[in-house]
């Protein structure tokens, strides 16, 4: 599904690359018509490429559209008509100079849709989190939104006595061998562990410790893949992972407090049952009582 959706995303950025060209164009013969100079065609190409480079955020095709626009402009509006030979010589220039700032401004534009998107991410976490009860859901939760920011397989070890229970895998096959004492060295000394760190670098997975400064609810570890994580990738799975400890940590005492009420709830039934029983107990007692006297 998520290839399929990046397929589509790249077919309609191709559509809007060429009718931000056409719209270009058409807009040129225009100006022409208007009886303004070459200049004021330029300058509007130059604007269709920048808005290429910000709408679909490719380097690809920003290339593409600086290549294709300025043989468009060189072959419809510059002098001499219909060639791609031009009198003026700083066209070379300008079209490697056009490439250079396209891909500076896809880059930022790229950048910028990235930051959105995981920005989006963590708020719908928060507002999963808020409605989420039970290990099972919240750690759903978790691995299903570090698939989304990662689009790597991810496992889940749960504390099981003194060690750590066999390992749950999400969105698909593993995606690498684990390794069991890698994990439990991460639960051990609740420090990051795994490939290309310090501790167990050959492993195929990256742990970390789903933990707070009191207690450990498990080790969750990342499919290590081809590329290594960015240091904001990094940073957003340890904030991501902090919150899943505290939302474990709440739901903890949250499932204390509703034992607690239950048990106090009990105490008072049983309290008003036997003071019923004393009740219609002593009723009768008092008769015979009496009657005995």
């Given amino acids: 599904m998520r290839k399929r959706s990046r397929r589509s995303l790249t077919s309609k950025n191709i559509f809007i690359t060429l009718m931000i060209l056409t719209g270009t164009t058409a807009i040129g013969f225009l100006f022409e018509l208007m009886g303004l100079e070459e200049i004021n065609v330029y300058t509007l190409f130059i604007l269709g490429i920048l808005l290429t480079a910000v709408v679909t955020a490719s380097r690809t095709l920003s290339m593409a559209s600086s290549a294709v626009g300025l043989l468009i402009f060189n072959f419809l509006f510059a002098s001499p008509r219909y060639s791609v030979e031009a009198?003026?010589?700083g066209y070379p220039m300008d079209f490697i100079i056009l490439i250079g700032v396209s891909l500076l401004v896809s880059s930022l534009a790229s950048n910028s849709e990235r930051m959105a998107y995981r920005t989006n991410i963590l708020l719908e976490t928060d507002q999963l989190f808020l409605k989420a009860t039970g290990m099972e859901e919240i750690v759903?939760?978790?691995?299903?939104?570090l698939n989304q920011l990662l689009d790597r397989p991810v496992v889940f070890y749960a504390p099981q006595?003194?060690?750590l229970s066999a390992p749950r895998c999400f969105h698909g096959a593993p995606g690498g061998a684990l390794d069991e004492k890698a994990a439990a060295w991460t639960q051990e000394?609740?420090?990051?562990?795994g490939a290309r760190t310090a501790r167990f670098a050959q492993a195929e997975y990256l742990y970390w410790p789903v933990a707070t400064e009191e207690s450990l609810y498990g080790v969750l570890g990342v499919a290590a893949g081809e590329r290594p994580l960015t240091e904001m990738e990094g940073s957003l799975v340890r904030s991501l992972l902090s919150e899943c400890a505290l939302t474990l940590e709440r739901d903890f005492y949250d499932q204390k407090r509703?034992?607690?009420?239950?048990?106090?709830r009990d105490e008072k039934l049983r309290a008003d049952l036997l003071r019923s029983i004393s009740h219609d107990l002593r009723t009768p007692l008092t008769s015979i009582s009496g009657s005995a006297g």
């Fill in 87 to 89: 009198y003026n010589f």
């Fill in 140 to 145: 759903s939760i978790t691995a299903g939104q």
């Fill in 161 to 163: 006595g003194e060690g």
């Fill in 189 to 193: 000394n609740r420090t990051a562990a």
């Fill in 258 to 264: 509703r034992e607690a009420a239950a048990q106090m």
